[in-house]
Every structure is written in structure tokens, then in C-alpha cells.
T-cell receptor, first 113, second 114 residues
Framework: AQSVAQPEDQVNVAEGNPLTVKCTYSVSGNPYLFWYVQYPNRGLQFLLK??????LVKGSYGFEAEFNKSQTSFHLKKPSALVSDSALYFC???????????FGQGTELSVKP | DSGVTQTPKHLITATGQRVTLRCSPR?????VYWYQQSLDQGLQFLIQYYNGEERAKGNILERFSAQQFPDLHSELNLSSLELGDSALYFCASSPSATGGNEQFFGPGTRLTVL
């Protein structure tokens, strides 16, 4: 069965420090992986995706993610966190049965000044 | 703005009632997905339509149904509502039914069942 796990419910970082939000996946075949961000009372906004190619993917708002096939991980990173990055982050894998997204449970990122 | 619109933004209704949620996909997108977000279940896929045809089904209750119209907008119908149906319902769209295209999400409809 396909699944995504985000092992941390919450991540706290200080503004200006690097941040990492972790994600691991389980899927047969080559995965299509996505990160989305959700601000309060808003819909999900697409950040970045990995389909194939370079393992380091760059996305919106200075975020990037590293695909690691041997560790089945797709961690989201940013070199220098901003207070405005505080939000709920979701990792997702696209099902190879149709196009639905299978989401992790989400990680609440809190960036303090 | 993702280009996906959903109406209404908020819906408050009583148990046993029936409601319809509406979604208009981004221009040019043929595939529409419905998701439910709740505190206990997280984000769950409900159903997918592609160019008017049902493409995939998730854990959608028999009380729920959906359709996609010729102009590609979609409606999610929820009937015999229960308290546990209170959730945020998202619609998303993408150009194709499969593949690596990202899905673009609407702002959601918050359903409260009293």
C-alpha cells in the first residue's frame, strides 16, 4: 500500500536558522512526490515536486527538497527560515492508481523571531 | 490565487440535511479531485473526475456523490448529514488524470453540521 509519513507533528525553529521538515514514503515503482503548504483558513499551495532527474528540487519561496531513494525520503528544507514561513506543511505522493494524492498527516512549522 | 474556485466558503446545516458543494477548475484543467480535511482523519481523497467521467474513488461514503458537468465544473453532494461530516472540503484540479502534474487546490468549503 502507498503511504506517506511525516514523523514530526511540530517543528520549531528560530528566524534565520535553517529548517527541515521530514517526509518518508512507501510506494511501488518511481514516486511522484509533492510538498504543499497550508496557511490558516486557506487552501493548499503547491511548493515543489519531484518527478525525475536531479535529487535536489527547488521550489517556491526559497524552499527546496532532497529526494533520497535509498532512504525513501523527501525532506523539505530552507536555508534561512522566516516568521512568515509558519504554517502547516504536507508531503504527498501521487498514487499510481489514478492521480489522487496521498498525504502525510502534516507538520506544523513555527518560526519564532 | 490557484485559479480554482469553490462555493460556498462556509456552510452551516443540520443533521439529516443535504448540501451541494461546487467547484470550478482552473482554465484548461480536465481533472477534478475532491478531498476532505478533518482533525481526526487528516486529508483524505474522496473522488476524481476526468473530462466528465468518474476516474477514481477513495473512501467516499455512499451518502456522498459527485459529478462533473460538460463545462468541467464539479459538484459534491452530501446527504443525510451527520455531525462527523463536519470538515473542510477541498476541490483540486490538474490538466491530466495521471502523471506528474501538480494539483491546484481551491480555498475550500467549511461544512459545519449541527
Amino acid at each position: 500500500a502507498q503511504s506517506v509519513a511525516q514523523p514530526e507533528d511540530q517543528v520549531n525553529v528560530a528566524e534565520g536558522n535553517p529548517l527541515t521538515v521530514k517526509c518518508t514514503y512507501s510506494v511501488s515503482g518511481n514516486p511522484y512526490l509533492f510538498w504543499y503548504v497550508q496557511y490558516p483558513n486557506r487552501g493548499l499551495q503547491f511548493l515543489l515536486k519531484y518527478i525525475t532527474g536531479d535529487n535536489l528540487v527547488k521550489g517556491s519561496y526559497g524552499f527546496e527538497a532532497e529526494f533520497n531513494k535509498s532512504q525513501t525520503s523527501f525532506h523539505l528544507k530552507k536555508p534561512s527560515a522566516l516568521v512568515s514561513d509558519s504554517a502547516l506543511y504536507f508531503c504527498a505522493v501521487r498514487s499510481n492508481q489514478g492521480g489522487k494524492l496521498i498525504f502525510g498527516q502534516g507538520t506544523e512549522l513555527s518560526v519564532k523571531p | 490565487d490557484s485559479g480554482v474556485t469553490q462555493t460556498p466558503k462556509h456552510l452551516i446545516t443540520a443533521t439529516g440535511q443535504r448540501v451541494t458543494l461546487r467547484c470550478s477548475p482552473r482554465s484548461g484543467d480536465l481533472s477534478v479531485y475532491w478531498y476532505q480535511q478533518s482533525l481526526d482523519q487528516g486529508l483524505q481523497f474522496l473522488i476524481q473526475y476526468y473530462n466528465g467521467e468518474e476516474r477514481a474513488k477513495g473512501n467516499i461514503l455512499e451518502r456522498f456523490s459527485a459529478q462533473q458537468f460538460p463545462d468541467l465544473h464539479s459538484e459534491l453532494n452530501l446527504s443525510s448529514l451527520e455531525l462527523g461530516d463536519s470538515a473542510l472540503y477541498f476541490c483540486a484540479s490538474s490538466p491530466s488524470a495521471t502523471g506528474g502534474n501538480e494539483q491546484f487546490f481551491g480555498p475550500g468549503t467549511r461544512l459545519t453540521v449541527l
